[in-house]
Nanobody, 115 residues
């Protein structure tokens, strides 16, 4: 059973915007905070943003003010709106719960920001 299905991403010029979506299994992630993570080439996976069931949010410093995480509980979907993208945002982005469940990673979506 697929637990997470991601969409969005792609190639964009610096300063541009993209939106990522992640549809999650309501049964598996019921009541969980949901998070976005990313892994750039040659680097470790890093936390990007999270949103709790009460809709409070938290961001890593490098994206705060540029990225916005949101969720639609009725659709079991979490979003990551990414604005003012920078080349250093280039990475494969993943969604999962926060903290992440080790066996439930989404398929990942590539975000490439050209300078």
């Amino acid at each position: 059973q697929v637990q997470l299905v991601q969409s969005g991403g792609g190639l964009v010029q610096a300063g541009g915007s993209l939106r990522l979506s992640c549809v999650y299994s309501g049964r598996t992630f019921s009541g969980d905070a949901m998070g976005w993570y990313r892994q750039a080439p040659g680097r470790e996976l890093e936390f990007v943003a999270a949103i709790w069931s009460g809709l409070s949010t938290y961001y890593t410093d490098s994206v705060r003010g540029r990225f916005t995480v949101s969720r639609d509980k009725d659709k079991n979907t979490v979003y990551l709106q990414m604005n003012i993208l920078k080349p250093e945002d280039t990475a494969v982005y993943y969604c999962n719960s926060e903290p992440p469940k080790s066996d439930c990673w989404g398929q990942g979506t590539q975000v490439t920001v050209s300078s």
